[in-house]
């Protein structure tokens, strides 16, 4: 048996490659003293479900299954930041 994820992706438009591009170059040419940050946020559902990131599916042969939840669990958000001099959070909203 294999283990098999989940997969989602997001539908790349006609610009982002020269978005991402530019982003990079811009990212190049930033110098020590200026402020550089790195924010991340995460849910959390209240109702018990697991963050897909985490399933693994034990086959013989890819599953290929579809898993439907509700599209408006409650949920908690964990957000966090960090900066070339220090770190901002966690705050829980």
Do not use: I
Not at 20 to 38: A, E, G, M, P, S
Not at 45 to 69: A, D, I, M
Not at 76 to 85: D, G, I, L, S, Y
């Amino acid at each position: 048996m294999l283990p098999y994820k989940t997969a989602t992706a997001q539908k790349l438009m006609g610009s982002d490659f020269e978005n991402r591009t530019k982003l990079c170059r811009d990212l190049l040419n930033v110098r020590v003293t200026d402020v550089v940050c790195f924010f991340y946020e995460a849910h959390f559902y209240l109702s018990g479900t697991v963050n897909k990131q985490n399933f693994r599916y034990w086959s013989e042969s890819n599953p290929r299954e579809l898993h439907q939840r509700a599209g408006y669990d409650p949920k908690v958000a964990v957000w966090c930041a960090v900066f070339n001099f220090g770190v901002l959070g966690p705050y829980l909203f």
